[in-house]
C-alpha cells in the first residue's frame, strides 16, 4: 500500500514537472516567434556604441502594442532595403523615438510609411521609376537626440541618405528611457508570466502606487545614462548632426508636434540652418474645418491613442501630410529655371 502510494505520488510529481516543461518550452517558442514583443526584452538588444545604448532587434515578426510590428536585417522598423543606395533613389532617413516610431499603429501605418507612399506615387507619375523614393526609419521608442544622432552617425550613414527628418518631443533633453533594464531576458519565462500576473492582480486594487513603482524602476534604470540629456548635451548633438550633414549636403528638417516654445530646439535650428516643420497648425485646421473646439480634450480625443498619448493613425497621416508638402516645396525651391527663349527664337 505505502509502495503504492510513493508510486502515484512520484507519478503525481512526474507529471507536474512535465507539464512545467512543457509551459516553459511553449513560452520560449511563442517569445521566440515574436508573437508578443511589448516587453523590452523581446524587441530590444544592447548596442555595440555607447551612446546609442539598445537598439531594435533585427528580422523581428509580431505584435506590438497589439499591432503588426517587422524590423528588416538591419534593426529597424520597415520592409527590407539594401544597404548599398540604388541608383535614382532618393534616400530619407527618420530619427526619433516612440512616436516616429509608431507606437501602437502598424507598420504601414507610420508617417515614414505613408511619406514614402506618397513620394513613390509623385516620382511615378514624374516617370522617375517605380521605386524613386526610400523612407527608412530609424527611430526607437524611449531614444533620446544624443541616441538618434548616434544612430545617424553609426548606422543611418552608411544608407547615402538625401535628407534627414529628426523629430523633436519634449524628452529629447531627458535620459534615455527604458535603457537597458530586462535586456537579458528572463531566467523563466513561466517564472515571468506568473509575476506579472500576480503583480496585475495586486495592481488593480492600487494602481496609482503600482504606477509610481514602475515610474520609479524606469527612473532608476535610466540614471547611469544621465550623462546623455540634458541642454548641453543636446546643444551638442544638434551641432555634430548639422556637422556631420553640413559635410555632404544633407538638408535636416526638424518637426515638432510640441504646442510649447521648446527654446532649445528653435535655437538650433536657427544656429545651424536646419527647417522647422511645426505640425500643430495643420492639427488645428483638422479641428476647424470639422467645427471642433481647439481644446485639449478634443485634442487627445482626434489624436491621440486613449490613454497612452501617442500619436494615432489620424495624427500619423496629418504628419505625413505635413512633411509632403514641406519635401514638396523645398523641391520646387532648388527646381532650376527655365530657359528664357533666345531673341528672335
Not at 27 to 56: C, F, H, K, N
Not at 63 to 78: I, M, Q
Request: proline share 7%.
Amino acid at each position: 500500500m505505502r509502495r503504492a502510494r510513493l508510486l502515484r505520488g512520484a507519478l503525481l510529481a512526474g507529471s507536474a514537472a512535465a507539464a512545467l516543461v512543457v509551459a516553459e518550452a511553449g513560452l520560449r517558442l511563442q517569445a521566440r516567434a515574436g508573437a508578443d514583443l511589448d516587453t523590452q526584452a523581446r524587441r530590444s538588444r544592447p548596442s555595440r556604441w555607447p551612446e546609442i545604448v539598445y537598439e531594435l532587434k533585427p528580422d523581428l515578426r509580431g505584435v506590438f502594442r497589439g499591432r503588426p510590428l517587422t524590423t528588416n536585417s538591419h534593426g529597424f522598423r520597415g520592409p527590407e532595403v539594401a544597404r548599398e543606395k540604388p541608383p535614382g533613389v532618393f534616400r530619407i532617413a527618420g530619427l526619433g523615438d516612440s512616436q516616429m516610431f509608431g507606437w501602437g499603429v502598424s507598420d504601414e501605418e507610420t508617417y515614414l510609411r505613408r511619406l514614402e507612399r506618397a513620394l513613390d506615387a509623385r516620382a511615378r507619375r514624374a516617370k522617375q521609376g517605380p521605386r524613386g523614393v526610400e523612407v527608412l526609419n530609424f527611430a526607437v521608442p524611449g531614444y533620446n537626440t544624443v541616441m538618434q544622432v548616434a544612430t545617424f552617425e553609426h548606422r543611418a550613414l552608411a544608407f547615402s541618405p538625401d535628407l534627414v527628418i529628426v523629430h523633436y518631443a519634449r524628452n529629447d533633453l531627458a535620459a534615455p528611457h527604458f535603457a537597458l533594464e530586462g535586456l537579458g531576458g528572463p531566467r523563466s519565462y513561466l517564472l515571468t508570466a506568473l509575476r506579472a500576473a500576480v503583480a496585475g492582480w495586486r495592481d488593480r486594487g492600487d494602481a496609482v502606487p503600482a504606477r509610481a513603482s514602475r515610474r520609479a524602476r524606469r527612473e532608476a534604470a535610466s540614471r547611469p545614462y544621465a550623462h546623455l540629456g540634458g541642454r548641453a548635451a543636446y546643444a551638442r548633438a544638434m551641432a555634430r548632426l548639422a556637422e556631420l550633414c553640413r559635410r555632404r549636403g544633407i538638408p535636416v528638417l526638424v518637426l515638432t508636434l510640441e504646442r510649447g516654445e521648446e527654446p532649445e530646439m528653435r535655437a538650433a535650428v536657427r544656429r545651424h540652418g536646419m527647417r522647422l516643420v511645426p505640425v500643430v497648425p495643420r492639427f488645428y485646421d483638422y479641428l476647424g474645418e470639422r467645427g471642433l473646439a481647439r481644446s485639449r480634450g478634443a485634442w487627445a480625443r482626434t489624436f491621440r491613442l486613449g490613454r497612452d498619448g501617442h500619436p494615432n493613425p489620424l495624427a500619423h497621416r496629418l504628419i505625413a501630410e505635413a512633411l509632403l508638402a514641406e519635401i514638396e516645396g523645398m523641391q520646387e525651391r532648388v527646381r532650376p529655371p527655365a530657359r528664357s527663349p533666345r531673341p528672335g527664337a
